[in-house]
């Protein structure tokens, strides 16, 4: 499908089983960042119509819940086909409204359709414990059964993936589901629901809401809904967190990020640079596993910036559509400027501007609107000035000196997020300190990005995650599943 198939034009939410037009007069323009070229408008649902939304997910629900759970998993199966079959013409969707590269769209749909085939499994993952003679003559039972109907709200760097760290789990183990997707590229979650229309799902189990944080707070304000998910940056992410506790449901909230990367003296320096170069600057850096500050022990600083500045030399920015292009356009203006606002805090802080993208040049005429930026880099940073500190989300990468490899852990520690940081070595000693020090929920060893597959869970710790279960696999199923456990006797007569 293209976007013509997707839409007349105006997004439409999918509720009941059936594409209807969004009640609300707000709205936005869904555009090409490459070209400005506007591809469609995405109105934002009223939060009086939310309410209906979720009392649509709550019948369902009662029918849904009781469907025997392998044939519950049968639509999800033939979602996965679904998305396996679409997933080109879906990366071009999502290169067009959201910048990054081809081969990034198609690998973050990858990732996707992983958690799809993980969330088939649902039949094993919901097995709990069973005890016999607990107490004296008693028997014990744990099952984990579904609680209602569930929202996810999502941001705009990965449309494809993220929604599917939450979706398929939601529903195979017999939940309802409402999906929020960003604003800014709702376009591939249009298209997830035209799969999904055609997966067979009973009406009403699945449901999409376009809109903008009006929307999302009548969601967290409904005191209907089982919980939410969330992603997308840390002052939203505590504000859904604590509104929905306020309100009294589940909630799972997945903020921003500042990733170190930790370059040892003893690391193959040639290596590290590839791979942060990579880290830092794929999606154009809007990542939340981006690893934008490498901390260098000792003599590997002056080598390792000389193999960075190489790396990045060869970095090819323009249309992500272009199969040359590495770095594609930032999603809008405004934040291609905040990106701009960050270099400049950069320089201004004293760090050493040694590559600076603000004047890249994408040549020809289509792309005169487009938010382009190229790869930046900064040495002899001061990791406790703004741009070691604040995300950035671009791509913007800074480079620090440290004495020794003690020096270089605190300084990672020393950020308020806690979602990835990633060690290059070849001594198993600091891998093990590392893995034991690092005070975040993801940790790569001589990975340039550490990134959990689907059958593991994803989340950060400090500002990154607010919550206890995480996204994907096991962490995914027991929120959405609340445990019983029945205790039994059976007496002789
Ligand atoms: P965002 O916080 O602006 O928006 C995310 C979602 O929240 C959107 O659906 C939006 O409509 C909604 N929203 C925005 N403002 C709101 C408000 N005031 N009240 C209620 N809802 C509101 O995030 P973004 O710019 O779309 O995404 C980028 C951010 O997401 C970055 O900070 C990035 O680090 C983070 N992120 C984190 C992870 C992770 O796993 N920790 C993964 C991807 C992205």
Avoid at 392 to 406: E, K, M, N
Avoid at 446 to 462: E, Y
């Amino acid at each position: 499908m293209q976007i013509d198939d997707l839409t007349d034009g105006t997004l439409h939410n999918y509720v009941n089983g059936e594409w209807v037009p969004v009640d609300g007069d707000d709205g936005e323009a869904v555009v090409n960042p490459a070209t400005g070229e506007q591809l469609a408008h995405v109105p934002f649902t009223d939060p009086h119509a939310v309410d209906d939304v979720v009392a649509v997910g709550d019948a369902a629900f009662e029918e849904w819940r009781n469907v025997a759970i392998e044939e519950r998993i049968q639509p999800v199966f033939r979602l996965k086909e679904l998305l396996e079959e679409h997933q080109e013409a879906m990366a071009r969707v999502l290169v067009r409204e959201h910048g990054k590269n081809l081969d990034e769209a198609r690998g973050e749909l990858r990732r996707g359709i992983e958690n799809v085939e993980v969330a088939c499994g649902a039949p094993r993952l919901m097995q709990d414990g069973f005890v016999e003679n607990a107490a004296p003559g008693i028997d014990e039972t744990a099952v984990r059964r579904p609680l209602g109907t569930f929202a996810a709200v999502t941001p705009f760097n990965f449309p494809g993936m993220i929604p599917l760290w939450f979706l398929p789990y939601a529903v195979a183990t017999g939940n309802s589901f409402i999906l929020k997707p960003s604003e800014q590229d709702p376009l591939t979650a249009q298209y997830l629901f035209h799969l999904i229309d055609e997966a067979g799902f009973p009406d009403g189990v699945l449901n999409l809401v376009h809109g903008g944080p009006d929307t999302v707070n009548a969601l967290l304000d409904n005191e209907a809904l089982a919980g939410v998910s969330f992603v997308g940056s840390t002052p939203v992410a505590r504000h859904v967190y604590e509104s929905a506790a306020a309100t009294g449901m589940r909630v799972q909230a997945q903020g921003g990020a500042k990733n170190y990367v930790v370059v040892s003296d003893s690391a193959d320096l040639e290596y590290a640079a590839e791979k942060t170069v990579s880290s830092s600057f794929a999606c154009g850096g809007e990542r939340c596993l981006a690893n934008d500050i490498a901390v260098v022990v000792g003599d590997a600083y002056e080598p390792f910036v000389e193999a960075v500045l190489d790396a990045v030399d060869d970095q090819v920015v323009g249309d992500g559509l272009d199969p040359e292009t590495d770095i594609g356009a930032l999603i809008t203006p405004e934040h291609r400027d905040r990106v701009v606002g960050h270099i400049e805090a950069g320089i201004e802080d004293g760090n050493e501007l040694l590559r600076d993208g603000r004047d890249v040049d994408v040549p020809g005429e289509a792309y005169a609107d487009g938010t382009f930026l190229g790869p930046t880099v900064f040495g002899e940073v001061d990791t406790d000035s703004r741009i070691a500190q604040e995300e950035i989300f671009g791509p913007v990468l800074g480079i620090a000196r440290a004495d020794d490899f003690d020096e270089a852990v605190a300084k990672l520690n020393a950020t308020d997020f806690g979602n990835a940081a990633s060690l290059f070595t070849a001594r198993g000693a600091e891998a093990s300190q590392f893995r034991n020090e690092a005070e975040v929920g993801n940790v790569g060893v001589n990975v340039g990005t550490a990134a959990p597959m689907a059958f593991f869970h994803f989340g950060g710790r400090k500002d990154s995650f607010f919550g206890d279960l995480h996204a994907q696999a096991e962490d995914v199923v027991r929120f959405y599943t609340d445990e019983t456990v029945y205790i039994e006797r059976w007496p002789d007569e």
